[in-house]
C-alpha cells in the first residue's frame, strides 16, 4: 500500500536540489519552501494540492538537507588533546607531539575514540565521511599499522548508517621505492581503501608521484594527498600531480587536502596550476581549522591566513569541498566531527559571499563528489538520506548547527 505524507512549512536550499525548477514551491534567498509530498520513502516535491489520503505532519519552518558528507578526518588521531604535550606550535611540532602519543594507540584505544567520532558524525547527519590513517607499524614505515585494521572494523559497525572510507597516509617518498609502494597499495586494497600519502617537499616526491598514481591504475584506487601543507614556502606538490594525472591519462577520483601554498603562488602560476586541476578533473578540500590554527605561527597576532585559495579555484573549475581535519588532538585543539562546524568557520575564514545557501554543497553534493561517490540531492534521496533540521535559514543552520533528524525518525516521532 502507497505511504504519503506531507510535511507542511519546510524549506530547501536551491543548491541541494538537482532540479530546483521543477520542485515546486516559494523561491526566496536560494531557498524553496512550502509543504513537502513524500511517498515510499521518497520526496516527490513540494505541493500546492496534496492528496487527501497523505499523513499531515507539522515541519515548523525546519530546513531539510541532504545528508551530509565529510572528506577529510583522521578518526586514528581524534580526541587524543588531554594526554599530548609540546603542542600549539606549528605544522611539526603538532607531527612530533601526536608520533610520541602513537604508543598509546591500543585496539581499544583507538576503537573507543573513534566510535566517538563516529557517532558525532552521525548526529550531524553526514552520510559519507573519509578518514585519513597516519601509515607504518613501529619501527617498519612501510607495515600496516593496527590503527588501519581497527578502523576498517569500525567501518563495518556503522555501516548503513554512515560510510566511512579509509585512506592511508605514509610520506610520498616511501612509494619512490617500488617495492615498498606495492606493499602499501595491496594492503590498501585489502580494505577497499583509498591510496594516499603526505606530500611536503619531500626529496623524492617527483618518483614517488609517478609510482603512486601506477599503483592506483594498476589496482583501480582512488587518490587522495596532504598537498603543500605550507605558508611562505615554495611548493610544487600540486604541479606534480596536475602533471602527472595528464601524463597518465588517470581517470580514477583524485582529491587534494591543504595546499596552503597556493597563497605564495604568483598570479600566472596560480591560473596555470588552477587550469591544469580543472582540466584534470582533480578536486581541492580546503581544511580551515587546522590550517587557520597551525600556518604562519610566529609568536603574536597572525597577520596572513592559513588557507588555501578556494574561491579562486572554484572560479576556475575546480571541484571544491571542505573537510573538517583534525578534532581535539595535537594538531587542532577544538572541535566536533560536524561539517556544518566547519563551513560556518569557513565563512568568514574565505568570505565565502551571499547568498550562504550556494555553499552547502562544498560540504555535502560537492565533497561527495570529490571522493569519488554519487552526490545526494534533496530530489533524488531515499527519505533515510535526508535530514530536517530546526533551522529557519542558512544563517540559523550555521549559526546554532541544530540538531538534525532523518526524515524516517522525524515521522516517527512527529507529534511526540
Ligand atoms: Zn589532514
Redesign the pocket.
Known sequence: MTQLFLVRDVAVPASLLARPDHFGGERRDGLLSGDLLVQDGRVLGFTATPPREARVLSGGGRLVLPALAEP???LDKAFTLGRLSGIGRDLLSAIRAQEADKANWTDEDLRHRASRAMEELYAAGVGLARS?VDWGDGEDPAGTPRAWDVLAEVAQEWRGRVTLQLSC?PEIDLFAEPETGQRIAEAVRRRDGVLGA?CLGHPRRHAGFTEVFRLADRYGLHLDF?VD?GAGVELDGLEIIARERARTGFEGPVLC??AVSLMDAAPDRLSNLLESMARGGIALCA?PT?NLFLQSRGSGTPDRRGITRLVEASQAGVATCL?T??VQDA?YPLGRHDPLGTLALAVPALHLAAPLGDHLPLVSTQAAQAMGAAPVFVDRAPAAALLLAEARDVAGLLSCQPRRKRLPEFIATAGR
Open positions: 577529510h578526518l583522521h585519513h597516509l603526505w596532504h601543507e587536502g591543504h581544511l587546522t573537510g581535519d583534525n594538531f
